[in-house]
Antibody
Framework: EVQLVESGGGLVQPGESLRLSCAASGFMFSNYWMDWVRQAPGKGLEWVANINEDGSQKYYVDSVKGRFTISRDNARSSLYLQMNSLRADDTAVYYC??????WGQGVLVTVSS | DIQMTQSPSSLSASVGDRVTITCRASQNIRNDVGWGQQKPGKAPKRLIYGASSLLSGVPSRFTGSGYGTEFTLTISSLQPEDFATYFCLQYNSYPRTFGQGTRVEIK
């Protein structure tokens, strides 16, 4: 059974940092592009970033470029999202996804003073 | 960025009804479109990729069609478990973009 389990969310103040993790199991993680997608409260889905199988290619939505960094550890079947300089409009549930086919349950990030 | 304009934003239907949802892309994206379903408080679930291919385990009452800029998701006979929000997404270019979602409610 495919499982994607996110962790690392929480409440932070504007300007602070947070690192999200996603533990994958049940599929060949190292063969998949992986994505982060977020959903602000009451809003639709917004793609954030993705990374190719070996980590050599990374893409980001403009609003997070220079602030967020996606990475992966294939030996640990894990995906990460380092989020710096967080802003109030980064408040959302963040989903880890395998090729946008498989999805985790999401983790809430709240940025507020 | 490619805009995905989804319609309607919501609809009311009865069990057994045929439901059609449309997504229009702001430029030609071939068949690089997927459809998904999300229930309140739950993770999204992908239903269709490549505009018309069902993911494994997805009931055959879901069908997708289209190419270029116009895409549709059809549920041939709505079941109680199908009441949810449906979204389209394009993966033709970056950034990936989603439609605004269609909420399917019980009439």
């Amino acid at each position: 059974e495919v499982q994607l389990v996110e962790s690392g969310g929480g409440l932070v103040q504007p300007g602070e940092s947070l690192r999200l993790s996603c533990a994958a199991s049940g599929f060949m993680f190292s063969n998949y592009w992986m994505d982060w997608v977020r959903q602000a409260p009451g809003k639709g889905l917004e793609w954030v970033a993705n990374i190719n199988e070996d980590g050599s290619q990374k893409y980001y939505v403009d609003s997070v470029k220079g602030r967020f960094t996606i990475s992966r550890d294939n030996a640990r079947s894990s995906l990460y999202l380092q989020m710096n300089s967080l802003r109030a409009d980064d408040t959302a549930v963040y989903y880890c996804s395998g090729r946008l086919d498989y999805w985790g349950q999401g983790v809430l990030v709240t940025v507020s003073s | 960025d490619i805009q995905m304009t989804q319609s309607p934003s919501s609809l009311s239907a009865s069990v057994g009804d045929r439901v059609t949802i449309t997504c229009r892309a702001s430029q030609n994206i071939r068949n690089d479109v997927g459809w998904g379903q999300q229930k309140p408080g739950k993770a999204p679930k992908r239903l269709i990729y490549g505009a018309s291919s069902l993911l494994s385990g997805v009931p055959s009452r879901f069908t997708g069609s289209g190419y270029g800029t116009e895409f549709t998701l059809t549920i041939s006979s709505l079941q109680p478990e199908d009441f949810a929000t449906y979204f389209c997404l394009q993966y033709n270019s970056y950034p990936r973009t989603f439609g605004q979602g269609t909420r399917v409610e019980i009439k």
